[in-house]
């Protein structure tokens, strides 16, 4: 990176961390530090959801995930809008009602203090391992990129992350991640631009569409159902629709952001928002995801997209083996790159028959290039045993790196900084909160007074911090950071979502009986994911984002048989 990068990159991340602290000052009360004093306008509720949501995962693998799986990724979002709507009539008048701190007092309300502090633990847990990744997930990438230490990418995310949220709480957060997603959809929208500008003179943006949708990367709508597939219409408006109640409904990180609002009416349309802006934000993503795959048809990509592992290849015992493969792929690129110019040439003149033609053509030997691709990353794992072998997730920033002129690196990754930042500030705000509210407060100094527990607030966020910093530095990389993300929520959001569900629609059903249940239930999607990953399921197999309306059903279900079991139905649990 060039000075003008560095100075980009820190100038605003520095900014960013010292416009939080200044416009949190005076956050020294329970209110105003855990509901930003309850005085955040809908627009900034809408921005701050957002931003929660999209994390450095976020603008790291997907667009990886769009450039070798295509864009059906955005299929896992079209439930989204249907369940704001829900959150608004059902979860929010009864938070607003109650006028509660954390999403989890209700449950005390409605049910007793040990389901009440059951989903409150099992949010802790969730959310406390999601805020390793969030800081894990850039850091390990952005020390490849930066040729940094892993430690000192995490440490300074967290570090950066834990100066304004302790400072200035959830008003803190809020204020910050106005700026944050500012810095982020702003980046993109020019890295996307720059892309499409980057392709050769003679292609234009309707030539790169028709190669993209002719090599698959344009797959928007899969009406197939089936169970197994993570990614279709149905998973996407049944499954996910239960994961985004469970994130958004329950989950004390999104709680917290719309508990901020002046009023009801202000959090709605907060949420709103949200349901309207994120699948497009979401479709810009992969689009970029899906042009930086058509780049990379008319100028030669790596065979592995981690620069830092291809160098150390150079100097393995199976260098010679790697070379030749390389050797194989760019010539397997030569091939294609003829074909994919004459594939445009026949765009342009409007000529079906050779278009048909020359995309099975170019479809064919992308294949191959796949196949070395895989043959690569044996190769690697063979040699460097430690070494990950998934790039999809360097697959966007190594493009950045290589191609986009100065000063926009730099943008490029105060967008992935921002985007951890604002993510993991939503989640240690929120497990500091939790920490005081549910369990400090509620079992151990029940006598304190304001100023006591914002000060243990403080003091729980920090340690928090510190944890998920501890956390994230002993992580390895999963199949894809997004689906990482996405499984820790689909095996712990769908037992609270289901204790939230009963709490809201069964009346009958008592604590004893919802709380037995929930253990249940989380035992046995556990044990699901377990048969899934050990190819065991026989006809359970299921995609994870299937999980979500699989478990909630059944805590409803199973919390309902123990309460008729009983029979005393009107006996408070």
């Known amino acids: 990176m060039s000075s003008i990068d560095w100075i980009v990159l820190f100038g605003t991340l520095i900014f960013i961390v010292a416009y939080g602290v200044w416009k949190s000052k005076g956050s020294n009360s329970m209110d105003s530090y855990i509901r930003g004093g309850n005085d955040s306008k809908w627009w900034t509720i809408g921005l701050s959801i957002m931003a929660t949501q999209a994390s450095a995962i976020t603008f790291l693998s997907t667009p990886g995930q769009a450039y070798t799986d295509g864009m059906r ?3 896992f979002y079209f439930g989204l809008p249907l369940a704001m709507i829900i959150i608004s009539v059902f979860f929010l008048p ?8 954390t999403a989890y007092e209700y449950l005390e309300t409605r049910f007793d203090v040990k389901t009440r502090l ?3 633990f099992i949010f802790l847990v969730q959310r406390g391992l999601a805020a390793g990744i969030t800081i894990y997930a850039p850091a390990i990438i952005l020390s490849s ?13 967290g570090i950066l992350v834990i100066i304004y949220t302790v400072s200035g709480g959830t008003k803190a957060v809020s204020q910050t991640q106005k700026q944050q997603m500012a810095v982020m959809m702003g980046g993109m929208i020019v890295a996307g631009l720059l892309v499409i500008y980057s392709l050769p003179d003679n292609v234009g943006f309707v030539d790169a569409l028709h190669v993209a949708g002719k090599m698959g990367k344009l797959n928007v709508v899969n009406f197939d159902f089936d169970l197994s597939d993570r990614y279709n219409f149905w998973s996407g408006i049944t499954g996910a629709v239960f994961l985004f109640l469970s994130y958004f409904g329950t989950d004390q990180s999104q709680v917290q952001r719309y508990l901020s609002g002046k009023s009801l009416s202000e959090s709605r349309l907060g949420l709103m928002m949200n349901g309207l802006l994120k699948v497009p934000m979401q479709f810009v993503i992969l689009f970029i995801g899906a042009m930086v795959f058509v780049f990379y048809q008319f100028n030669q990509p ?5 620069d830092t592992i291809r160098t150390e290849m150079a100097t393995s015992e ?8 390389e050797s194989q792929y760019q010539q397997s690129f030569d091939d294609k790159r003829l074909v ?8 342009q003149d409007g000529d079906e ?10 479809n064919d030997l992308q294949l191959k290039s796949e196949e070395l691709r895989s043959e690569a990353k044996a190769v690697i794992a063979t040699a460097l045993p430690d070494a990950e072998t998934n790039d999809k997730d360097y697959i966007f920033m190594n493009f950045v790196m290589n191609n986009l002129p100065v000063g926009i690196i730099g943008l490029l990754f105060a967008v992935i900084f921002s985007a951890a930042m604002s993510s993991t500030s939503s989640e240690l705000n929120a497990l500091g909160s939790t920490t005081t509210i549910d369990f400090y407060k509620r079992k151990l100094n029940q006598k304190g007074s304001d100023r006591h527990y914002t000060q243990s607030s403080k003091l729980f966020t920090l340690a928090w911090g510190i944890l998920a910093i501890i956390f994230a530095s002993y992580l390895s990389l999963f199949e894809n950071l997004i689906q990482a993300v996405n499984l820790i929520g689909s095996l712990f959001y769908p037992i609270v979502l289901g204790i939230f569900i009963v709490a809201f629609f069964v009346k009958y059903v008592k604590g004893n009986a919802v709380f037995i249940a929930a253990l249940i239930s989380q035992a046995l999607i556990i044990y699901t994911h377990y048969l899934n990953v050990e190819g065991e399921a026989g006809l359970f197999t299921m995609g994870f984002l299937w999980y979500n309306a699989f478990g909630c059903l059944l805590v409803v279900l199973i919390s309902c048989l123990i309460q008729f079991i009983s029979g005393s139905p009107k006996k408070n649990g």
């Open 302 to 306: 790596p065979v592995f997209f981690n």
């Open 118 to 120: 059951l989903a409150a």
């Open 73 to 75: 990724f955005i299929q």
């Open 94 to 101: 009864i938070y607003y009602k109650l006028k509660v701190y």
């Open 318 to 325: 199976k260098a010679a083996e790697f070379e030749n493969i």
């Open 353 to 362: 028959e050779q278009i048909d033609i020359k995309a099975k053509t170019l």
């Open 340 to 347: 994919v110019d004459e594939f445009v040439s026949a765009i």
């Open 145 to 157: 990129l930066l040729g940094w230490r892993l430690g000192y990418t995490t440490t300074i995310i």
